[in-house]
Structure formats: structure tokens, C-alpha cells
């Protein structure tokens, strides 16, 4: 199962924070998509600390910047 | 897409350490000033330059640094790498360099000087050494990244300026020595420290105040700061003595678009929350416009007191106001943030707004703006600067009782969370 989270546009901490909060959730075999407007360094380390496995990509933004979205599951 | 841990750079208790010993670095010089107040009445005043130096060498230098070793990790996904003792040992020499020329100020010992400009060379060159190496590992260099580069740049010329000024002191060396002294106090307030705030800046109002990011074209009008300063340099070593003030006035017309975009971020903030941080960032906006328009009488006026009054609207006025409201979001979000980390049990912890109380920050915050504006105006009513300096004293003694609090919660809370047993993840 794939969920979206759309943290774009909401300010610190509150997006690191919804995030963790969404891990929480996830199942071996489940994907979390975060959807967000600046590269989230923090959530990075703390994903490779807990041994979660991520992709990140970037794309443009409807007002021309640049978001993330990454896609994050549990490790086997 | 880099992945950086930050546990490769300098802990968050060094970064700590730095900030706490700045703060205390503010409140020393605010003590010299009440000790001395007839120090503002020249930028000459041996007492003047002391606690220039001790303001920004022992005061505004650490804070700035131990917040680097964090923001660069946290906001550009880069590293600096640890140095171990050798960061305790930078503080040290930051602020043993900063005492013993403040004390050679005072005392025009030559021995002093030559201490001082070994713990302050040799400390913040290898510090803006680290910085630029670190920076320049990204290939496609951000605009944040690019800032501060520039900024480090900034300090290397302020520091070899210092050593050519030191030069003139101890050896006697046939140089300009006037001209030399307002082109290492530009490259010091125009380049490294206005570098730093606005580069900052430029990553920290957007985010926190939720509001558009800085223009593009203004991002790569920043990028002109140190084209001009080093050509006015050049200009002024060639013999042109009007290149200061031309630089002096350009540099003045950025910082006031600095104010006007700043201002203009908060005040359409997305946020709602009109807190001490949204007084704290418009009043950065605002004091940015004032420096601006008191730099063209500063420059221009036969009074010197215009200049002193901006010497004392740059330093204490946006270099140590704008410290101060970043401190207050800075340390609760590295607190909040290592917290996090360490909560592999997932436990509640205290909202990020909630680690720094809100009254005793507009408390201090109000104090502090206060000061300043008083001791603008002791450059021309010099009865007024005792109370201004008492002001700025009581509030950097606040600040740092305040944040020395959320600092010892930190630890305490940190190590609660290490010992608790990790969550239980959901089963398929």
C-alpha cells in the first residue's frame, strides 16, 4: 500500500513531525510519498538511522520552485 | 540527492558552547561600555575599540560559528568536519584573542597585540578554512552555499587586513593606517558579518516565516558585495580616497533592499503567529533600512558622531539583534531536532515554540532593541549611553539565563530518551 503526504508549505518543524508520525504507520511492504518544498537533510539521517530505505527526486513546483518527493519504505 | 549525517559535524552541545560563551562575549562588552561610556565619543577612544573587538570577536564570532556547525549540515546537506578538541581549543583562542586585544587596546601593550593576533589569525583562519573547504565540496553550488563562500571569503580579507594593521602597530610598517582601518571595519560589517545575515536569511525567513522565498535577481545582486569591496580596495591602495564612500553608499543601497524584502516576507507571512520571532525578523527588516539611510550622513557629514552612531546601528544594532532573533529559533530547533533523533520510542515531546519561553524572549528581545536605540543616540547625547549600556547588559544576561535553561533541559531530556526502549514497528 502507497500513502501521500503533502507537507509542502508548512514551517518548521511541522513536516519532519508529520512525517515520523506517518513512519510510524508503515508496514513491511507499505511506501510512504512525501511531498514537500525543500530538501529535507534531518529527515535523511534520521531515516538512515532507523534503517529505512528512500528515493528522492526532484520536480518543479506549481509557482517554479522546486519540490522533493520521496518515496520511503522499511528495509527487509 | 547527498546524504549527510550530522553526526559527522561538530554535536550540538559544542555548537552550544559557542553560542553560550558569545552571548556572554555581548554581555562583557556591554559591561566595558557601561565601565567606560566615554568610549563613544570617538570611533578612536581606546575604549571604542576595545569593545568593538571584544563585541565582535568575543560576542558575535562564536555565536556565528557554533550556529554554522549545525546550519551547515541541517540547511545545505554538508558537513564540517569534527576537529575534537581542536573546536574547544578555537573557542578558547577566539576569546583569549579577543580579551588580550581588547586589554592591548586599553593598555597599548605591543605584547598583547602580538598574542592576540596569534590566537585570532590563527584560530579564525583555520575556522574559515574549514567553512570554505566544507562549501566548496558541493559541485552545483545553492544559493545559500554560494553566500557563504563569499562570506568566508570575507573574513580571510578581514583577517589579513587585521594582520597588515598588527603589522603597523608592532613593526612600524609605512602604510595607510587610517585607510587600512576602515577597509578591514567594511570588509568585516559589508562582507562577512551582512554576508552571513542576509545569505542566512535568505534560507531562514522564507522557512520559518513561511512566506516567498527572495527574489532571484536580488540573490545574484548579493553576489556584487564582494566585486565591489574588492575593488574599492584596490581602488583606495591605488589612491582614490572617495572609494569608500562610493562603495560605502552602494553597499548601503543593498542592505536597504536587504530591510525592504524582509520586512515585506514577514509582514505577508503565512504563519499567523505575530510572536517574538515575528517582532524579532521585522525589526531585522527595519534596523537593515535605518543602517542604510544613516550610512549616507556617516559618509558624508563633517560630524563624526553619525559615524559612531552607525558603527554602534551595524554592530550591536543588526549584527547582534539579528544573533539574538535567530538564537531563539536556531537553539530550540537543534534542540527539538536532536530530540527527535534520539526518540526511537517515540515519545511526546515539548512543541518547538514551548523549549524557549515566548515572554522571556519579548522580554529580552524589547530590552535589547531598546539599548540599541539608545546608544545610537549616546553618540550624540552622551549622557544616555551608561543606561544604554546598562540595558544591553541586563539583556544579554537574560538571554543567556534563557538559553543556558533550554540547553540543561536538552541534556536532561536527551538522556531519558537514549534510555527508553525503542517503539515496536506495525506488523504486516
Given at each position: 500500500m502507497s500513502r501521500l503526504l503533502d507537507v509542502r508549505?508548512?514551517?518548521?518543524c511541522e513536516p519532519l513531525e508529520r512525517t515520523l508520525a506517518a513512519l510510524d504507520e508503515l508496514a513491511p511492504g507499505d511506501e510512504l510519498e512525501v511531498l514537500i518544498h525543500r530538501e529535507p537533510h534531518p529527515l535523511y539521517a534520521i531515516l538512515a538511522e532507523r534503517g529505512y530505505l528512500w528515493r528522492a527526486a526532484t520536480e518543479p513546483a506549481p509557482d517554479g520552485s522546486t519540490q522533493y518527493r520521496i518515496l520511503i519504505s522499511l528495509a527487509e | 540527492m547527498q546524504m549527510i549525517s550530522t553526526?559527522?559535524?561538530?554535536p550540538p552541545l559544542l555548537s552550544f558552547a559557542y553560542m553560550l560563551a558569545g552571548v556572554a562575549g555581548m554581555a562583557v562588552a556591554a559591561a566595558l561600555l557601561l565601565w567606560?561610556?566615554?568610549?563613544?565619543?570617538?570611533?578612536?577612544h581606546p575604549a571604542a575599540l576595545a569593545t568593538v573587538h571584544v563585541f565582535a570577536l568575543g560576542g558575535l564570532m562564536p555565536v556565528m560559528l557554533g550556529a554554522l556547525f549545525q546550519f551547515v549540515p541541517v540547511a545545505c546537506g554538508l558537513s564540517l568536519p569534527r576537529w575534537g578538541w581542536g573546536d574547544v581549543a578555537l573557542l578558547l583562542f577566539l576569546e583569549g584573542g579577543a580579551a588580550s586585544l581588547a586589554t592591548g587596546f586599553l593598555t597599548a601593550a605591543p605584547g598583547l597585540y602580538g598574542a592576540a593576533g596569534v590566537l585570532l589569525l590563527g584560530a579564525l583562519g583555520a575556522a574559515g578554512w574549514r567553512l570554505l573547504r566544507a562549501l566548496r565540496a558541493?559541485?552545483?553550488?545553492a544559493d545559500v552555499v554560494g553566500a557563504l563562500s563569499r562570506s568566508a571569503v570575507a573574513l580571510g580579507v578581514t583577517l589579513l587586513l587585521a594582520a597588515v594593521l598588527l603589522g603597523i602597530l608592532?613593526?612600524?610598517?609605512?602604510?595607510p593606517l587610517l585607510t587600512l582601518v576602515d577597509w578591514h571595519a567594511l570588509w568585516a560589517i559589508g562582507g562577512w558579518v551582512a554576508g552571513l545575515i542576509t545569505g542566512v536569511a535568505s534560507v531562514v525567513v522564507p522557512m520559518f516565516h513561511v512566506s516567498p522565498a527572495y527574489p532571484k535577481f536580488w540573490l545574484r545582486a548579493l553576489r556584487l558585495q564582494h566585486w565591489l569591496l574588492g575593488g574599492g580596495l584596490l581602488a583606495a591602495l591605488l589612491g582614490w580616497a572617495g572609494a569608500g564612500g562610493a562603495v560605502s553608499m552602494l553597499l548601503a543601497a543593498l542592505l536597504l533592499g536587504f530591510g525592504g524584502l524582509t520586512v515585506q516576507r514577514v509582514v505577508v507571512s503565512k504563519r499567523g503567529e505575530k510572536d517574538a520571532f515575528y517582532w524579532g525578523w521585522l525589526m531585522v527588516g527595519v534596523l537593515a533600512i535605518i543602517l542604510a539611510l544613516v550610512a549616507v550622513p556617516a559618509c558624508w557629514?563633517?560630524?563624526?558622531r553619525w559615524g559612531v552612531a552607525f558603527g554602534v546601528l551595524a554592530l550591536p544594532g543588526l549584527g547582534g539583534f539579528t544573533v539574538s532573533v535567530m538564537l531563539y529559533r536556531i537553539v530550540p530547533f537543534l534542540i527539538w531536532l536532536h530530540w527527535q533523533r534520539a526518540n526511537k520510542a517515540r515519545a511526546r515531546l515539548p512543541l518547538l515554540h514551548h523549549i524557549v519561553p515566548e515572554l522571556g524572549q519579548r522580554i529580552h528581545l524589547g530590552i535589547e532593541l531598546g539599548s540599541i536605540v539608545l546608544l545610537a543616540l549616546g553618540a550624540f547625547m552622551p549622557q544616555m549611553v551608561s543606561v544604554a549600556a546598562a540595558l544591553l547588559l541586563a539583556a544579554k544576561l537574560l538571554q543567556f539565563g534563557l538559553l543556558a535553561h533550554a540547553m540543561r533541559d536538552f541534556r536532561q531530556r536527551l538522556a531519558v530518551l537514549r534510555a527508553l526502549p525503542p517503539r515496536s514497528r506495525v506488523a504486516a
Open positions: 508549505g508548512l514551517p518548521p | 553526526d559527522a559535524s561538530p567606560q561610556p566615554e568610549a563613544l565619543l570617538t570611533r578612536w558541493q559541485a552545483r553550488q608592532l613593526f612600524g610598517w609605512d602604510l557629514a563633517a560630524d563624526p
